[in-house]
């Protein structure tokens, strides 16, 4: 596999990662807010956890969603170095996942531009990216 796909498919999992650190720092957030201060129920088991332990936690994740972003934002400026319709075809299909057909009806192109634009742009990010711009 060549370096251009590993970065493609690395790109394309970073949009489900990010949400879902986004949606684990919402829960945390929701549970700080519903949590009582001072429970005067006792409860016996479960997880004893500190609001402490929380906001510990959510800077945690705070600090890795940047880091997920950065990344994102790196691997993004690279397809906006490929010509626009390479670029536009590589981004649809790995950052936006959309599929063949969709991003075929939504340039309007048929199937075997599709495929050069996507195989061009794959060639030329492996370019770029053998150049070491990376």
């Known amino acids: 596999m060549s370096k251009a796909y590993d970065i493609l498919n690395e790109l394309k999992m970073l949009t489900p990662y990010i949400q879902s650190l986004e ?7 929701a549970s700080l807010l519903t949590s ?5 129920m006792k ?8 609001v402490d332990d929380s906001y510990i936690s959510m800077l945690g994740i705070d600090e890795e969603l940047e880091k997920a972003l950065k990344r994102k934002r790196e691997l993004t400026g690279l397809l906006k170095q490929l010509p626009h319709e ?6 649809m ?3 936006n ?3 063949e057909y969709e991003i075929r009806d939504r340039l309007r192109i048929g199937r075997n531009r599709y495929y050069q634009l ?3 742009g794959i060639k ?3 370019e770029i990216l053998l150049g070491g711009t990376n």
């Open 23 to 29: 949606d684990e720092r919402e829960q945390l957030r």
């Open 124 to 126: 030329m990010l492996d």
């Open 86 to 91: 390479e670029g536009l075809v590589l981004r």
């Open 43 to 50: 409860v016996a088991g479960g997880i004893k956890r500190n």
């Open 97 to 99: 996942r959309y599929s």
């Open 93 to 95: 299909a790995f950052i």
């Open 36 to 40: 009582p201060k001072i429970s005067d």
């Open 118 to 120: 996507k195989k061009g």
